[in-house]
């Protein structure tokens, strides 16, 4: 009895999801037309997205090789740069004992 029951239950079941199917799929002409260029809309609008990504991409990876390249140059200038900063320390006290030196010999002229 339970078997039969289920059977029964089972075509029911089914017959129930092929009517729902063919009242779904039953479409207009029209209805089909949009869904269709609906469709090519958003292929479009895809592929666009992908190309954007895509150069995104590739700017990122311009920059970050940019960036590296920058680095590596920083690397090589930096003891540069801090030498530059050392030698102007060193000339601008050298320049104040210039004047320094000027003025106490001025001073002793003066005198």
């Given at each position: ?57 590739q700017e990122l990876m311009k920059l970050k ?14 003891p540069v740069i801090d030498d530059r900063k ?26």
């Amino acid at each position: 009895m339970k078997k039969l029951t289920l059977l029964f239950a089972f075509a029911v079941i089914c017959s129930l999801s092929s009517f729902a199917q063919t009242k779904q799929v039953k479409l207009s002409l029209d209805e089909l037309v949009i869904l269709s260029d609906y469709i090519k809309v958003l292929e479009k609008r895809d592929s666009l997205n992908l190309k954007l990504i895509n150069n995104y991409e590739q700017e990122l990876m311009k920059l970050k090789t940019e960036n590296a390249v920058l680095k590596e140059e920083s690397k090589v200038t930096a003891p540069v740069i801090d030498d530059r900063k050392k030698q102007e320390i060193k000339f601008a006290s050298f320049q104040e004992a210039v004047t320094e030196n000027k003025f106490a010999i001025s001073a002793e002229l003066v005198k």
